[in-house]
């Protein structure tokens, strides 16, 4: 069973979640600059998002984009990842994230993630999400 409870859960959660990393920190104007947009296909609980300096889309607006970098995963390795408990270039290596368009962009992204990190654990405690193994 997935950590989260459902589809509406993880996508209250991460619109809200980068939506504030957008306006609050620096990453919606990297994310710009960079010129990177991002299609999130999530299994457990099923969950398209698509992701650019504007903020996030969900479901059929997400699937209508065309992003320079599709990442799929299961939500339990998205929870993981926010938690800092994933290795990105060894889960892409085990195929547990399958990243579709230029490496160099996918890695470009990891660090602009940061903030979202560290605003994570707040909701988790918010969602009730476990923040443990």
């Not at 600059?33 to 998002?49: A, Y």
């Amino acid at each position: 069973m997935s950590v989260f409870q459902d589809k509406e859960t993880a996508e209250e959660l991460f619109g809200d979640l980068w939506n504030r990393m957008i306006k609050e920190t620096e990453f919606g104007e990297k994310l710009k600059k960079s010129g990177i947009t991002i299609l999130f296909v999530v299994n457990d609980p099923d969950v398209v998002m698509y992701v650019d300096e504007n903020g996030p889309l969900f479901g059929e607006e997400a699937k209508a984009k065309v992003p320079v970098v599709t990442m799929k995963m299961s939500g339990d390795m998205v929870h993981q990842y926010w938690l800092k408990k994933v290795n990105i270039p060894k889960a892409l290596a085990m195929r547990h994230i399958k990243a579709k368009g230029p490496v160099n962009k996918v890695l470009e992204i990891l660090p602009l993630l940061k903030p979202g990190q560290k605003l994570y654990p707040e909701y988790c405690k918010q969602y009730n999400l476990p923040m443990d193994d």
